[in-house]
């Protein structure tokens, strides 16, 4: 998605506990005012926010409560391991 488009962005927030579900599940979702708001609470929390518009869009789409669907796991796991490093890296 370029980084000139006129949408608002969007934003997505996931949270996987294994003991509960199968797959990550939406949380939290919105554009424009509520996305810049997920996005603030998530620094201001000290998560790590990664920024992709094509992907957030597409979570985005999803029901509150829902699973990430199978044909996103690559991506969701590619940035379980953005994280990790992320936080491997501080220490």
């Given at each position: 998605?370029?980084?000139?488009?006129?949408?608002?962005?969007?934003?997505?927030?996931?949270?996987?506990?294994?003991?509960?579900?199968?797959?990550?599940?939406?949380?939290?979702?919105?554009?424009?005012?509520?996305?810049?708001?997920?996005v603030?609470?998530?620094?201001?929390?000290?998560?790590?926010?990664?920024?992709?518009?094509?992907?957030?869009?597409?979570?985005?789409?999803?029901?509150?409560?829902?699973?990430?669907?199978?044909?996103?796991?690559?991506?969701?796991?590619?940035?379980?391991?953005?994280?990790?490093?992320f936080?491997?890296?501080?220490?």
């Open positions: 998605m370029s980084q000139y488009s006129n949408s608002p962005k969007k934003a997505v927030a996931l949270k996987y506990d294994t003991n509960k579900n199968n797959a990550p599940v939406v949380v939290a979702a919105g554009s424009g005012y509520i996305a810049e708001k997920i603030e609470i998530a620094e201001g929390s000290g998560m790590p926010v990664y920024r992709d518009d094509s992907l957030s869009a597409l979570l985005s789409q999803l029901d509150i409560g829902s699973e990430i669907p199978e044909e996103l796991f690559s991506s969701i796991v590619d940035i379980y391991i953005y994280f990790l490093n936080k491997m890296s501080k220490e």
